[in-house]
């Protein structure tokens, strides 16, 4: 695997790993950040969020099969040299018999494992994603963690109070307290029920997926509502209806306050959930058939002129930036800055293409000879990089509030939450982030003040890791040896993401990851008839407009099915080649040339917005692709990730032995000057803030504070470094010293040796 460095403003997760790749700032202040721990965590909370629409049932099962690998790896790790490198298979005997070994982390003793679902319903929709009277499939799941195999609920993840649980708990030998399920003691019936976890999480959900939002609500929202209520307004307005009481429930009996978190993302598409509460209520008008006084079919309305302006990059104006790109669903109201009527938009009073089969403003009109899903419809609707300049909307919620859902200390309750993508920074942050809570309510009372007045607990950012396996093309997660990359540079997300996707500038993307419903330019043209063409990831790229489930997207890439699918019944509405698809030629290149209805491939969209909090994540993120058969790589990747912290406070070797210094971060501290009044800290100098804001984003506007250095034996609260039987150099801390809550400790040193190998 090629070693590259990384300079994109995170902090280099290296404690407990020795290593020479360590990211450096080339020029000054010539310094290198590490993490580090007053002590390594020896729980584990693990959180699957797994997609459960259509299709994604082969790829819960290449999922299932990386499960055993992964777990075993926590239960009996690696030995590893005395670097902490070329790692071999644990002996059975703690590398005794491997000598000049270590184990690369004390064996896992204690591990929670949990699955939720994409499925949250149509999000107040009164028409998509509604279930039925038993959920029979499975379209709201709630964020509630799930029990469900092909035989039925595993009695070991049964909660013995009779509410709570729904959750695997890995407990051999802990002294811990049980939880409120039956423990395993054995791996192989472990990972066999877990297996059996995932596998049976179904391919039957909603189709609009709230793959984000999913692990948000369950780990994070302080006071996740209990349903959604529509009023009797024309057109109805939703509100958010109680507290649920069974998440609460379930994150009490699940998330320790001092365990590593990791959540594992599966997914085959993007992430496409709705604000209940946009625009005072009608967050659920993106996710219906009937968008209110449009033409049905799942069509939407159309953008003002001012959305299909070219961007301007230099300003980041023109397009969907500029603020009177605004839906043509309000034909009476004024632009905000112009002033203008929107109705008297050229957009508003025309077709799209100028065509004559629509209503004036929208997308197109049911009609005996046109399918309007065929010019519009919600297998399109969300998409990141156009739903703005589409529709003159974009009425989810800003990723930023996933990326700070895992690495701040609070968060908004529902009351406090803004529902403007654009304004998101000014709202309040009112409640202490359930994920970082000392304790957690058990869902008995669910006041304000239970739900929000926490105390913080000992889980710091850098102990949360968040491992997307989505769609994105495979070459853009390998280098030239066709290895994984677990940490991508700069270059490599710019092909991801494009230069600047907040702004709509996309320089530099791979045509893969564009999300289009036409060919895009750059991938390969069709050959001959049947002919799947020469793009080394999608064979070619289709007419989306011969769907037999309304227009659709190109894919980010395509895969080999282990077993191919016979589609001729029609049945199964997780198939790909039936209906149009079985009869045209450019359908979807996943069907055999020879027998259109025999499904030989797999498919996957851009997962943009999964792919943009991974990217904003930086080192606590590991992104993988679903177009593989194999998932143990990124798996792989996030233990080395948590074995960072799982190693406590080891540090490379080149680490100098002076200079360096101890910073505690206080994430929930704003005013720098007032701060660092606890015993043992003191202000840093502006040469150290200077280098912490330039190499780590996380920290531009928080509190840091220098610890004091002390003997290790002294009586004063300090840290000092010293040497160990597994460590190179060791953070120690002396007796009287004790983290403060809520804080991430960085060790910032003057750079001593080359980045690279």
Not at 111 to 123: E, P, Q, T, Y
Not at 234 to 263: C, E, W, Y
Not at 287 to 295: A, H, K
Not at 670 to 682: E, F, R, V, W
């Amino acid at each position: 695997m090629k070693v590259m460095k990384r300079l994109v403003g995170a902090v280099a997760l290296v404690g407990g790993v020795a290593c020479s790749s360590n990211p450096t700032i080339e020029g000054p202040p010539p310094w290198v950040i590490y993490a580090t721990n007053a002590g390594a965590p020896s729980k584990i909370d693990l959180l699957f969020a797994i997609d459960n629409s259509p299709s994604m049932g082969d790829k819960q099962s290449i999922l299932a099969s990386a499960v055993p690998a992964f777990l075993n790896r926590l239960i009996s790790p690696n030995c590893v040299d005395a670097e902490n490198a070329h790692p071999v298979p644990n002996d059975g005997q703690s590398c005794a018999t491997l000598p000049g070994t270590h184990l690369e982390f004390a064996p896992i003793r204690d591990m929670h494992i949990a699955i939720v679902s994409s499925s949250l319903g149509g999000g107040g929709s009164p028409d998509v994603c509604v279930p039925d009277s038993t959920d029979s499939t499975h379209q709201d799941d709630g964020a509630h963690l799930l029990n469900r195999t092909a035989s039925g609920p595993l009695a070991n993840a049964t909660p013995k109070s009779g509410s709570g649980g729904n959750f695997l708990a890995w407990l051999p030998s802990s002294t811990s307290a049980s939880p409120d399920v039956t423990p395993y003691t054995q791996p192989a019936q472990l990972i066999s029920d877990f297996q059996s976890l995932v596998t049976g999480v179904g391919e039957t959900g909603c189709v609009l997926e709230a793959q984000l939002e999913s692990w948000y609500r369950f780990l994070i929202q302080p006071d996740p509502y209990a349903s959604i209520a529509l009023s009797q307004d024309n057109p109805p307005k939703a509100s958010l209806v109680g507290v649920d009481q069974t998440v609460i429930a379930m994150r009490h009996d699940f998330l320790r306050p001092d365990s590593i978190v990791a959540i594992v993302q599966l997914t085959d598409e993007e992430d496409s959930w709705s604000d209940p509460m946009w625009l005072g209520g009608y967050g659920w008008t993106a996710r219906t058939e009937n968008f209110p006084n449009g033409p049905g079919m799942g069509v939407g309305p159309r953008g003002t002129s001012e959305c299909d302006a070219p961007v301007d990059e230099t300003d980041d104006t023109g397009g969907p930036n500029d603020p009177d790109c605004v839906s043509c669903a309000f034909p009476t109201s004024n632009k905000p800055v112009s002033g203008t009527p929107i109705g008297d938009d050229p957009n508003c009073q025309s077709c799209v293409g100028g065509g004559t089969n629509c209503t004036n403003g929208w997308y197109a009109a049911p009609s005996a000879t046109t399918n309007a899903a065929q010019a519009d419809g919600l297998n399109v609707r969300y998409g990141s990089q156009y739903m703005r300049a589409r529709y003159g909307f974009d009425n989810q919620f800003n990723e930023q509030r996933y990326v700070d859902g895992l690495r701040l200390t609070t968060v908004p309750d529902s009351a406090h939450e803004v529902h403007d993508y654009t304004q998101y920074a000014s709202q309040e942050r009112n409640c202490t982030n359930p994920l970082f809570a000392a304790q957690l309510p058990d869902g008995s009372d669910t006041t304000p003040a239970t739900l929000c007045d926490i105390p913080l607990g000992a889980r710091t950012p850098n102990m949360v890791f968040y491992t997307l396996i989505g769609g994105v093309s495979p070459e853009l997660v390998t280098d030239a040896n066709d290895d994984f990359v677990a940490q991508l540079t700069a270059s490599e997300w710019q092909a991801i993401l494009g230069k600047d996707p907040t702004h709509y500038v996309f320089d530099g993307i791979d045509p893969h990851m564009i999300e289009s419903t036409s060919p895009r330019t750059g991938i390969e043209a069709p050959g001959p008839l049947y002919n799947l063409g020469t793009d080394p990831e999608n064979g070619r790229e289709w007419n989306t407009l011969t769907s037999s489930q309304g227009i659709d997207l190109e894919y980010a890439c395509t895969f080999a099915l282990p077993t191919p699918h016979d589609c001729s019944s029609g049945a199964d509405p997780s198939c790909e080649c039936f209906g149009t698809e079985s009869t045209t030629p450019d359908g979807p290149p996943l069907c055999d040339p020879q027998t259109r209805t025999t499904q030989t491939r797999g498919k996957a969209y851009p997962s943009i917005r999964e792919l943009r909090v991974a990217h904003d994540l930086a080192q606590q993120a590991v992104v993988g692709t679903i177009c593989s058969t194999d998932d143990s790589a990124p798996l792989g990747a996030l233990v080395d990730g948590m074995r960072t912290v799982l190693g406590g406070s080891c540090l490379p070797k080149d680490v100098p032995q002076s200079g360096c210094e101890l910073i505690s971060v206080f994430a929930s501290q704003t005013n720098q000057s007032a701060g660092c009044t606890d015993a043992g800290l003191a202000q840093p100098s502006q040469e150290v803030l200077e280098a912490l804001n330039a190499q780590d984003s996380a920290t531009v506007g928080e509190v840091a504070c220098v610890v004091d250095s002390v003997d290790c034996a002294s009586s004063s609260p300090g840290w000092c470094m010293t040497a160990s039987a597994t460590c190179n150099e060791e953070v120690a801390f002396s007796p009287a010293w004790t983290q403060p809550s809520g804080t991430q400790l960085l060790l910032i040193c003057p750079v001593v040796s080359s980045a690279d190998e």
